[in-house]
């Protein structure tokens, strides 16, 4: 299989497009970052996820994890220069998302809402069957 395989590209994209990954790494975009500020940051997310999407992408090359030898010792996370340009070219859809979000949210409304009244007409068409 080669690098330019079309599922290869999927692999990638399975990797930087779960829930959680753009927003740590729009997180590292002004520079290094440690845990609990990311995790202060990137609201909703647990420490235990927090802790494997970081290990996920420091494993995939898009962060690099130092441990400071100070007192208290302590972890910063940084993106590497192939991290930087996954920011850069995230951005754009980052933005897009905030620019939408109450598009979306209302788009969502609207369907959940056509598509819940035919199934209440066919619970009362079926109960009223069901008394004839």
């Known amino acids: ?3 330019e395989d079309p599922c290869r590209t999927r692999e990638v994209l399975g990797i930087v497009g779960d829930k959680w990954s753009l927003l740590v790494v729009r997180n590292l975009s002004r520079g290094p970052r440690r845990f609990t500020e990311l995790k202060r940051a990137t609201t ?5 996820m927090l802790t494997v999407t970081l290990r996920s992408l420091e494993r995939d090359g898009i962060l690099t994890r130092t441990v400071h030898n100070v007192m208290p010792p302590h972890v910063s996370y940084e993106l590497t220069p192939m991290g930087a340009t996954l920011r850069e070219a995230t951005a754009p859809l980052l933005e897009w998302s905030t620019r939408h979000l109450g598009d979306i949210e209302a788009a969502r409304l609207t369907y959940d809402r056509r598509t819940e009244e035919p199934s209440a007409e066919a619970t009362s068409s079926t109960s009223s069957e069901a008394g004839a």
Do not use: F, K, L, Y
Request: charged share 10%.
């Open 1 to 3: 299989m080669s690098a």
């Open 44 to 48: 909703g997310i647990s420490q235990r």
